[in-house]
């Protein structure tokens, strides 16, 4: 079992940025480590994702302004964003899956608003 918490959302205005942080708690070794979100009335979409060797996949969308990084020792993944529209507005998710397993853990969601 994997428990996730999340940190860091909020308001924001357009152009801004913001950190968001996640901490994972887990009996196993987390492998691959993410970031989610989804717009009212629209899908859950991937942000970006991050294996624990540090290979890393973004979103066509987020490219260029988007930064995710993890802290192996703290099981902790972060996610650094840039340059917010008001179409990066969501709830943004945290995503863990630990070795070995296809299982995927999802945090609570932490609600981002790009408004001013």
């Known amino acids: 079992q994997v428990q996730l918490v999340e940190s860091g959302g909020g308001l924001v205005q357009p152009g801004g940025s913001l950190r968001l942080s996640c901490a994972a708690s887990a009996r196993f070794p987390i492998n691959l480590m993410g970031w989610h979100r989804q717009a009212p009335g629209k899908q859950r979409e991937l942000v970006a994702s991050?294996?624990?060797?540090?290979?890393?996949n973004y979103a066509d969308s987020v490219k260029g302004r988007t930064t995710i990084s993890r802290d192996n020792a703290k099981n902790t993944v972060y996610l650094e964003m840039n340059s917010l529209k008001p179409e990066d507005t969501g709830v943004y998710y945290c995503v863990a899956r630990t070795l070995g397993s296809s299982k995927d853990y999802w945090g609570q969601g932490t609600q981002v608003t790009v408004s001013s």
């Open positions: 991050i294996s624990r060797g540090g290979l890393t």
